[in-house]
């Protein structure tokens, strides 16, 4: 069990983060709105920020390692899981949908194309890309 009251011995933008369910899904909805806070309408990021986030930058040989049948169709941008091509995708979300799973169960997904935000929060290690995930972001996104 980690003590989240030691200082680490580095930081890590995508281990470690401790947060409440309010402050992320004002985070996911902050990278729905491209860049703006939903409830204020004030600007966060920038919009050449949120675009650099959110486009695939993998090349070929490094999607071969990604070897989770969830993953299929994705890239990654800059920490954010991108889909890039839906067909290959295990469910129907639309293109360009991105977001994260993280090893500790959290998992956010958001559609550009509708603003569209899931957000899974569990407790359990090497969960978040599980079946259910991938039936929530089915069901999000219709059937």
Avoid at 85 to 103: K, L
Avoid at 112 to 119: I, S
Wanted: proline share 5%; with cysteine.
């Amino acid at each position: 069990m980690t003590d989240y009251r030691k200082r680490p011995a580095f930081f890590s933008g995508s281990a470690g983060l401790i947060s409440t369910l309010h402050d992320y899904v004002q985070f996911a909805n902050m990278l729905a709105g491209k860049g703006l806070h939903a409830a204020s309408g004030t600007r966060l990021i920038s919009e050449n920020t949120w675009r650099y986030l959110t486009t695939p930058q993998l090349n070929a040989a490094q999607k071969q390692g990604i070897d989770w049948p969830q993953l299929a169709g994705y890239s990654y941008g800059n920490l954010l899981r991108v889909l890039e091509n839906p067909q290959r995708c295990m469910t129907n979300a639309p293109a360009e949908e991105f977001g994260w799973d993280g090893w500790n169960g959290p998992y956010f997904c958001v559609s550009p194309e509708d603003e569209t935000v899931l957000v899974y929060l569990i407790q359990v290690c090497d969960c978040s890309n599980s079946d259910i995930a991938r039936r929530l972001r089915a069901a999000a996104f219709g059937v």
